[in-house]
């Protein structure tokens, strides 16, 4: 099977989701999502669900608390733009593909609490940060791999 990739693709247009923590569910939610998942990538136990043209619609599912870490740190600059899988999306509807596999993601947070970030390797200078809904941004490598997953914290 073949690695995941992506691409920024259009900017989106505004966006009346909004992305929640829901903290007796330890899980990331999406309020007003919008439909149309059919299969999704896993980072973690963190879905990113696609819809049938590859395109990441939003993230949510599991992500205990008490496995982030404390750490000085702050979401890098993006741009609202589509993010599109090139290549190795799950074929079938109703599946998904874990990225990383073997790897570890770990969790951060930012000291004022305003943000998780989840990534497998520590930040290049090479990067590009794309916003794919209000709150969550996707940082891709040279290769265009995702690397991190930033997800603005909003308790409920």
């Not at 669900?49 to 979401?75: F, H, K």
């Not at 000291?111 to 916003?131: F, K, L, M, Y």
């Not at 891709?140 to 991190?148: G, I, P, Q, T, V």
Request: hydrophobic share 40%; net charge negative; glycine share 8%.
């Amino acid at each position: 099977m073949s690695e995941v990739k992506f691409k920024a693709g259009p900017a989106w247009s505004e966006d009346d989701s909004k992305l929640v923590y829901r903290e007796s569910e330890h899980s990331f939610d999406v309020l007003g999502r919008a439909a149309g998942g059919i299969s999704s990538l896993l980072v973690e136990d963190l879905n990113l669900e696609l819809d049938d043209q590859g395109r990441v619609l939003y993230a949510w599912g599991l992500c205990p608390r008490t496995q982030w870490v404390q750490a000085s740190l702050r979401p890098p600059r993006a741009e609202r733009r589509k993010l599109l899988v090139t290549s190795g999306a799950p074929e079938t509807p109703g599946t998904s593909r874990r990225l990383g596999a073997g790897g570890h993601w770990s969790a951060l947070v930012s000291n004022d609490g305003a943000w998780v970030c989840i990534a497998n390797s520590p930040a290049e200078e090479e990067q590009e940060a794309v916003e794919i809904m209000p709150g969550a941004i996707a940082v891709l490598d040279h290769l265009n791999r995702l690397k991190a997953l930033w997800l603005r914290l909003d308790l409920v």
